[in-house]
Structure formats: structure tokens, C-alpha cells
């Protein structure tokens, strides 16, 4: 599975950004769980966002909930992650990725990642 992100930029705090994540190799989004994490300098890396494949159901971090938004299009195997009023504190470089989460999105899970997109929002 190959997961290549984009979308990523500089914004001022209360902007919106659109990620993207193409997807190509052996997944299936009705076997795989797809999701964003993300990783700030110095920080541990966190579960964003993610679609589950047994149910469609989405997850959000407390910390995003209601800012951002997970989505799909399965006709071209991309994922996007639009994030709505964005903070300082969502700098982080936002990594996409493939694993059987379940309801722990937890980086452990993680089968297939990208390489990683950085997001910058200047206060």
C-alpha cells in the first residue's frame, strides 16, 4: 500500500486547509481503516481523524471535533481532511494512514503510512 498526502501549507490561524491522501496498492476501504495522524515537534504522534471500514463511522479527536472533517472518494482512492479554524497547536507534519484501528486509533495500529505533509498556522 503506497499513501502519498498533500495539501499541506502555511495559513494564518483561522483558515482552512484541504489534505489529501492518494491511495494505491492492495487496499480496500471496505477491509481497511484509513485515518490522519499528526506529530508536532516534540510532541507524541496523535490520531486525528479516520473512516472505518466495518461501518463508514468516523472518528475525531477531541482537539479537531467540529473543526475538521473526514471524507472519502472511493472512486479514486482518496482521502481528504478538510480542517476548518485552524490553530497554532494543529502545527504538526499530518501523516496518512492504513491499519485495522478499530476504535483505538492509535499510531500502533498502523499498518502503511505516508511520507507526511506539514501544516504550519501562524498565530
Known amino acids: 500500500v503506497q499513501l502519498v498526502e498533500s495539501g499541506g501549507g502555511l495559513v494564518e490561524a483561522g483558515m482552512a486547509l484541504r489534505l489529501s491522501c492518494a491511495v494505491s496498492?492492495?487496499?480496500?476501504?471496505?477491509?481497511?481503516?484509513i485515518g490522519w495522524f499528526r506529530q508536532a515537534p516534540g510532541k507524541e504522534i496523535e490520531g486525528v481523524s479516520g473512516?472505518?471500514?466495518?461501518?463508514?463511522?468516523?472518528y475525531y479527536s477531541d482537539s479537531v471535533k467540529g473543526r475538521f472533517t473526514i471524507s472519502s472518494d472511493n472512486a479514486k482512492n482518496t482521502v481528504y481532511l478538510q480542517m476548518h479554524r485552524l490553530k497554532p497547536e494543529d502545527t504538526a507534519v499530518y501523516y496518512c494512514t492504513v491499519g485495522s484501528f478499530g476504535t483505538d486509533w492509535s499510531w500502533e495500529s498502523t499498518d502503511y503510512w505516508g511520507q507526511g505533509t506539514q501544516v504550519t498556522v501562524s498565530s
Open positions: 496498492g492492495e487496499f480496500s476501504f471496505d477491509d481497511d481503516d
Open positions: 473512516i472505518s471500514a466495518r461501518d463508514g463511522s468516523t
